[in-house]
């Protein structure tokens, strides 16, 4: 039978989590905890579905700016490319908060016994120790783009002490994401995306460790982790948004098969693989991004982390037992043992 439980945090993996365990009959104390988020996020097709499909919401992107292009220049002695892309421009404070209305649930003290807890914000006290694979920092401003600049497009640029991301928002105004340097000593370096930017309206109005991190533990008896509280990505790969809501919805699966007896051990053994499988696919997606961005000490340093975080999870890996339980639709399933030939 569905149980309480507490949710500590107000970011997307939160709010997912919290929608789909109300949904299935859960008693929820939510604690919300962080300051209101300015970020713009580019959320690709596959991220978009999900999103519409958990909060059963088809008109949840229909307003916003299309990204039909990616336009990349990459490495030392690069050409320009100009790729297709089909992502959607969103403001992240508009999007929780349209997300949170559908989302009913009282917000009071923590229950003296929850059955789970669920912690997704990153400055619970209680949370293990991070593992942390680089140094980059990365900062976000925000830009007028210059007149001639297409609103259909946003720009990716590697340079000789970091990397530019440049994403249009609308009104001719654009967020400009640095990792390295700050804004304006790479925009003096830039080929790409400096045309593109007619002036800097608020620099770094936000600055974040861009290098990824793990908990050494993911989850534990009676509670998980779940979005930025788990883990963080780096921006570059643009996997975070869809990476929350699929760690929500692992997340709401356990909780549903613990409900219904099934063993809460081997429940969160199978949650920790899959979060340390699902961490070491991004390393190794951004490997070959830093391998091939330049020559320089930010890209070697961060090039060494990146490997080194690969050999750590790789090893974790080697001690985690196989899958027990597979999706289901938004259900876990046990997987059966193979039968041995006769």
Same mark, same amino acid.
């Given at each position: ?117 669920? *912690?997704? #914000?990153?400055?619970?006290?209680? @949370?293990?120790? /991070?593992? +942390?694979?680089?140094? =980059?920092? $990365?900062?976000? %401003? &925000? ?12 720009? *990716?640029? #590697?340079?000789?002490?970091?990397? @530019?991301?440049? /994403?249009? +928002?609308?009104?001719? =105004?654009? $967020?400009?994401? %640095? &990792? ?163």
């Amino acid at each position: 039978m569905p149980a309480h439980l507490d949710i500590f945090g107000d970011g997307l993996a939160a709010c997912c989590a919290a929608h789909l365990l109300v949904d299935r009959g859960f008693s929820i104390s939510l604690h919300k905890t962080g300051p209101p988020k300015p970020a713009r996020l580019l959320v690709g097709v596959p991220t978009q579905s999900l999103l519409r499909e958990i909060f059963r919401a088809p008109d949840l992107f229909a307003h916003a700016p299309r990204i039909r292009r990616r336009i990349v220049r990459w490495g030392a002695h690069a050409q320009t490319l100009e790729l297709p892309h089909r992502g959607l421009v969103v403001s992240e404070m508009d999007l929780l908060d349209r997300l949170w209305r559908q989302t009913s649930i009282a917000t009071r003290e923590p229950s003296p016994s929850p059955a789970w807890s669920l *912690v997704a #914000s990153p400055d619970f006290a209680a @949370l293990p120790a /991070l593992q +942390s694979f680089g140094a =980059r920092q $990365a900062s976000v %401003a &925000t830009v007028a783009l210059a007149a001639n600049a297409p609103q259909d497009a946003c720009w *990716v640029e #590697s340079l000789p002490d970091g990397w @530019l991301f440049l /994403l249009p +928002s609308g009104e001719s =105004r654009g $967020a400009l994401i %640095a &990792t390295g340097y700050a804004p304006e000593s790479l925009l003096e370096q830039s080929l790409l995306a400096a045309p593109q930017i007619a002036r800097i309206e608020s620099a770094a109005l936000r600055a974040f460790p861009a290098f990824p991190r793990i908990l050494a533990e993911v989850c534990g008896p009676g509670w998980l982790a779940l979005g930025s509280a788990a883990m963080t990505f780096d921006p570059l790969c643009g996997e975070g948004v869809g990476h929350a809501a699929r760690v929500a919805l692992l997340a709401a699966a356990v909780l549903q098969a613990a409900a219904r007896g099934e063993s809460s051990a081997s429940l969160l053994a199978h949650y920790s693989t899959r979060l340390l499988q699902g961490f070491l696919r991004h390393l190794e997606v951004c490997l070959p991004f830093y391998r091939s961005g330049g020559q320089g000490h930010f890209w070697k340093n961060e090039t060494a982390a990146l490997e080194r975080g690969i050999a750590w999870a790789r090893q974790r890996l080697r001690r985690h037992a196989p899958f027990q339980y597979r999706f289901s639709g938004y259900d876990l399933e046990p997987i059966a043992p193979a039968v041995a030939a006769g």
